[in-house]
């Protein structure tokens, strides 16, 4: 198992409502009531669908936001010169932490602006939201159809393959199965895995660049090298056989080869940005100070870089999805249904292309997978106008 | 000065552009004269409108630009009268550097990287008709020359080869080489280190003396402008507020911001240890404030300069503004240079 | 060095001393330049085989290990038998040193000997790769070109044309086209146009070629080729053509913001000559390295496309030789993408150098 858990649970639902509590909570103080509930209802969605991890991120967002909206910053002493003397520079901790909310909560606020201000990136968005949400919560709804079903055998046919009809919105499969049940219950580990491994790589890329960039020298040289060494063999090839070779038992294995054959092409491109970072005097004043390396790349390399890591990671969601389905389609990762990857394999073995009946085995996991693909890349447009500052604030 | 003919006439010329917030007024009904011979330099901050102007001149505007109203009158060699604002594309083509042409920031990319100085130089004579190679090179060596560049090399070289300053020449002979009537130097100087300017403007003046070619120089160095210039106007917001001869303007400031851009400068307020800056910052040209433009910025302002724009006037020969308390403007201009000189004087005692 | 366009000027160079002294050195330092990058793609091609060599030896469930398995459960063979029998098949003496192995592998592959293929009766690796290899190139690279080509002409329209209908539906479609993975198109234009619209025959169009056919240069022939490798063309075009478009778009946009080109249309030039020597040109650069590494990847084409079209490519093949664990056709492959990746990414640097003067001396 990965490290992402995207199963609808009733646990999880309690998590997400306890959670939920503390924006209301505050909301109720601040007399901000209805954006205390919205905080409860995402809290509780959230906590549904990824328990406590969804559940405590949604909690400090929500917070924040409502904070946002009830917490009043005290003027700038630096405005007028006369007060400048009787200003008081004292902070208890509590002002200081509803501070530091607030204006994160402004973020979120101008961010979600600037989601929806782009109206193909929002289109991306709805299309991701769309996607885990049937593969969240569709299980809940639609039961699994695993079994073969003979009975189901149209008169005059000879397949079990059949077109979609009233009865079954995407037809049937091979073994007379209910393809929208499949599609619904199939995605989720596609899903999961495709982002566990393009964060991961992401993760890799960017630690292996800011470290090869800010320490130099031959730790430099030799990160690079390694790197230009793994981009100069071709790499689906490479996975193919790899991954043919290991024989996973898990997917999360998978994920991990394909960061391992994906982050050089993501460091490279963040080691360049971070040499060039070093050299302005935000950065070169931090080094000055002798802040230390971590503080430096964290809170003055990084948000720089933030939009273009995030795009970059949609980015090895997407081709991480799409190697995956390849291995999957070319029969080299074990089997395991329900999957689309699986559906697209055994349909072009049972001959469902050259079955115009059996064609939606194939096509509904293909059309659901560049929907998705689709949405992503979609979605990066929305995200460079949220990562970037100077994007967010709207011209 | 202005007994001379009018080589280009620019009357009530307004610019705007369409931008995402709504119309915004870059130029707003600007009228001069320039005329044979003479430079007329354009002082302002940045982004008061002074670059549109200009390009607008050229018809070099972006997309979004439109120009409402006004009238460009270029008076050619011939004597004939171009109305710029009525050429079809191929007349504009033709026009554009063979009777104005344009000298850019060099230091910026003003020359395409990728190729060579002498092609960039044989695709200007070309696009107007000189096809004969050996004779633009000619002319072009000799503009080199004139400009104190070591032509062979220059010529046969990259921009990326050369200098900000060589850069800069290079442009200058670019822009002479089909010997225009009217060429726009876009603060020509900026970006150049003090020497490097130096000789630039010094070159300037040359070429001015032996080709007598008639010029609109954009600065916001006052210095510069005071040395090169004949006439100056000064730009707020879009608006022509003062024009005049560049004596009158240094000396006898009439109009508050033009007073103001004086203070601000160190080289005109020899002596005095602090410099004043202009307190605010220009307005937003989107929604611009009503009245005189300048009014919310302005020490002199009474309450009819937030409510009536005031209207361009005589002040005296040749010297018009746009100010209702100009005599008071003069008057404090006179305060402050005579307490200027005493703290000169001062000082050198 | 025919590729250094340092062109003679027209006039007798006034100081030759130092000017010819200058651009001596410049010239010795791309060379070196040159050298460099040479070394360090031997050295990279070096590890890589090396890297291929030691996993087929020590990874697990190595193939030797497997073959060695394969022969006692299916021959009854004692270990010693299965292993000198595997030791037949893999050309190399199980009992030599690990280092003795490596040395003689490497010096025939220095001799230009890839080895022999396991499973396919002891062919040399290098005969099968020049079977397959035509054809990846001749589908892949055409359909390279042909995206490249689409994807510069329509993208520096769109640019030229920003915000009109026509650039709104380019851009929609390039979206599409650069978010749709290629098998997607692939299935799409088979199961649609082939199975449910019925608007070809797809057991024509899958496939090589026509093999009633006599091969050669007749029209019959090469009508067939042509057929055969429509449909993975159409794929690789659709699939790839947006990405050129929205590149070429960007590159185009920011070229036109340049001062240079203000500066131009100031010049009065005529607008052709502004689009192609000044507009094109500019926004072509980046374009141009891209290019070249992208035909370095030609070789390992798409294996997937090659797959479900059936077309007997490098790729196809590769994945066979997978399924059946011909581990020196493998390793061949490999080198020979490889060094295709390599090349051309030499080649990248010295075109940009060609291209863009800026880079062409003092650069790393």
Redesign the interface.
């Known amino acids: 198992m990965g490290f992402l858990i995207a199963v609808a649970t009733i646990p999880g639902l309690i998590i997400g409502i306890l959670c939920g509590l503390v924006p209301l909570g505050i909301g109720l103080r601040y007399q901000q009531l209805s954006w205390g509930i919205v905080g409860l209802v995402l809290c509780a969605l959230a906590g549904f669908s990824f328990s406590l991890i969804g559940g405590f991120i949604l909690l400090v967002l929500t917070t924040a936001v409502v904070i946002s909206y009830a917490f009043v910053d005290r003027e700038d002493p630096f405005t007028s010169r006369a007060s400048i003397e009787a200003v008081n520079f004292e902070e208890s901790q509590l002002e200081f932490l509803m501070r530091q909310m607030a204006a994160l909560g402004r973020t979120i606020r101008q961010s979600v602006r600037a989601l929806i201000r782009n109206k193909?990136g929002f289109l991306g968005f709805l299309g991701i939201l769309f996607f885990v949400g049937i593969s969240v919560f569709g299980p809940l709804f639609v039961e699994y159809d695993g079994d073969t079903h003979v009975e189901r055998l149209q008169p005059g046919a000879r397949t079990l393959f059949q077109k979609p009809s009233s009865e079954f919105i995407l037809g049937l499969d091979w073994k007379g199965r209910d393809i929208f049940s499949h599609m619904v219950h199939g995605g989720q580990n596609l899903i999961i895995t495709s982002i566990e491994a393009g964060l991961i790589a992401t993760l890799v890329a960017v630690v292996v660049g800011a470290m090869a960039a800010m320490i130099g020298g031959v730790v430099d040289q030799i990160l690079s090298a390694i790197a230009?060494?793994i981009?100069?063999?071709?790499q689906?090839?490479?996975l193919?056989?790899l991954a043919?070779?290991?024989?996973f038992s898990n997917r999360f294995y998978l994920a991990l080869l394909f960061a391992a054959l994906s982050w050089p092409a993501l460091m490279r491109a963040v080691r360049a940005q971070v040499l060039s970072l070093r050299e302005r005097d935000y950065v070169q004043a931090a080094v000055a100070l002798d802040l230390g390396l971590p503080h430096i790349i964290i809170r003055e390399v990084l948000p720089n870089l933030m939009s273009y890591i995030v795009v970059n990671m949609i980015f090895s969601i997407r081709s991480a999805m799409?190697y995956i389905?390849?291995l999957v389609?070319?029969g080299?990762v074990p089997l395991e249904e329900p999957d689309w990857g699986v559906m697209?394999y055994v349909g072009r073995q049972q001959g469902a292309?050259?079955n115009?009946d059996g064609?939606s085995m194939?096509?509904s996991p293909?059309?659901a997978?560049?929907l998705f693909?689709?949405s992503?890349?979609?979605f990066t447009r929305s995200l460079e106008e949220v990562f970037n500052p100077r994007l967010r604030s709207g011209? | 000065m202005a007994g001379k003919e009018v080589v280009l006439s620019v009357q009530d010329l307004s610019i705007t552009y369409l931008t995402r917030r709504g119309r915004l007024q870059a130029v707003s009904h600007a009228s001069f004269d320039l005329h044979r011979g003479e430079t007329l330099a354009l002082i302002g901050e940045s982004g008061c409108g002074k670059s549109t102007l200009n390009f607008g001149l050229m018809r070099l505007l972006p997309k979004n630009a439109n120009t409402d109203t006004g009238k460009i009158v270029y008076t050619d060699q011939a004597g004939q009268k171009i109305d710029v604002l009525a050429l079809n594309t191929r007349a504009l083509r033709k026009f554009r550097w063979s009777e104005c042409a344009m000298v850019f920031q060099g230091a910026q990319n003003s020359l395409n990287p990728v190729i060579h100085v002498r092609d960039m130089i044989y695709d200007t004579a070309k696009a107007h008709g000189l096809n004969n190679r050996g004779e633009v090179r000619e002319r072009a060596l000799e503009l080199f020359r004139k400009v104190r560049l070591d032509p062979e090399r220059v010529f046969n070289s990259y921009p990326h080869e050369l200098s900000g300053g060589m850069r800069q020449r290079v442009l200058i002979a670019l822009g002479l080489l089909l010997n225009p009537q009217v060429v726009i130097f876009d603060e020509p100087t900026t970006a150049l280190d003090i020497l490097t300017q130096r000789s630039i403007l010094n070159v300037l003046r040359d070429l001015k003396e032996e080709l007598g070619f008639s010029s609109i120089f954009i600065s916001h160095d006052l210095a510069v402008a005071a040395e090169i210039a004949d006439t100056v106007a000064t730009m707020y917001a879009g608006e022509i507020v003062e024009m005049g001869p560049v004596n009158d303007i240094f000396y006898e400031p009439r109009h508050a911001y033009t007073l103001g851009l004086m203070e601000a400068s160190p080289r005109l307020s020899v002596g005095r240890e602090e410099l004043d800056g202009i307190p605010g910052s220009p307005p937003d040209l989107v929604e611009p404030p009503t009245g005189c433009k300048f009014h919310i910025r302005c020490p002199f302002a009474i309450e009819t300069c937030k409510t009536t724009p005031p209207p361009l006037e005589q002040a005296s020969m040749g010297h018009i503004v746009a100010c209702y308390k100009s005599s008071e403007v003069l008057e404090k201009g006179k305060e402050l240079r005579s307490i200027s000189s005493t703290a000169r004087v001062a000082r050198l005692s | 060095m025919g590729v250094i366009p340092f062109r003679r000027t027209d006039q007798p160079v006034s100081q030759p001393s130092l000017w010819s002294l200058s651009k001596k050195l410049l010239r010795a330092v791309y060379r070196s330049y040159i050298f460099r990058v040479t070394v360090q793609g031997i050295l990279t091609l070096w590890v890589v085989t090396t890297c291929t060599f030691y996993m087929i030896r020590k990874m697990p469930n190595n193939p030797i290990e497997v073959k060695i398995d394969e022969f006692q459960t299916k021959q009854n063979l004692t270990y010693e038998e299965a292993r000198s029998k595997v030791a037949g098949l893999f050309d190399y003496d199980p009992d030599a040193p690990f280092i003795e192995q490596y040395t003689d592998y490497m010096g025939n592959l220095v001799q230009g000997d890839l080895g022999r293929s396991i499973t396919t009766g002891r062919t040399p690796v290098s005969q099968q790769i020049a079977k397959y290899l035509p054809w990846t190139l001749f589908a892949v690279g055409l359909g390279l070109l042909i995206s490249f080509v689409i994807g510069m002409i329509v993208g520096a329209a769109m640019a030229y044309w920003r915000g009109t209908v026509f650039d709104n539906v380019m851009t929609a479609f390039a979206s599409i086209s650069y978010g749709i993975p290629d098998f997607v198109i692939a299935f799409m234009i088979l199961l649609i146009g082939g199975i449910q619209l019925e608007l070809f025959q797809v057991g024509d169009y899958i496939g090589s070629v026509d093999p009633e056919i006599k091969a050669g240069l007749n029209p019959e022939y090469i009508r067939s080729l042509l057929q055969h490798v429509l449909l993975p063309v159409t794929t690789y075009v659709l699939a790839s053509v947006g990405g050129w478009m929205l590149t070429m778009k960007s590159s185009t946009i920011s070229t036109l913001g340049e001062d240079y080109i203000t500066v131009a249309h100031a010049r009065g030039l005529s607008q052709r000559r502004i689009l192609f020597g000044y507009v094109g040109r500019n926004a072509m650069l980046p374009l141009m390295t891209r290019l070249a590494i992208s035909v370095g990847f030609v070789l390992s084409g798409s294996i997937i496309i090659e797959y479900i079209f059936i077309y007997p490519g490098l790729g196809k093949y590769l994945f066979e030789m997978t399924g059946k664990r011909d581990y020196t056709t493998i390793q061949g492959i490999f080198l020979v993408t490889s060094a295709a990746v390599v090349i051309s990414n030499i080649l990248a640097d010295l075109l940009y150098g060609v291209l863009d003067p800026r880079v062409r001396v003092g650069s790393k």
Request: glycine fraction near 2%; charged fraction near 0%; charge should be neutral.
């Open positions: 193909a230009n060494f981009l100069t063999i071709p689906f090839p490479l193919l056989v043919s070779i290991l024989s799409y389905v390849g389609f070319l080299l697209i292309i050259f115009s064609a194939i096509l293909v059309i997978i560049a693909q689709l992503l890349i979609l011209l």
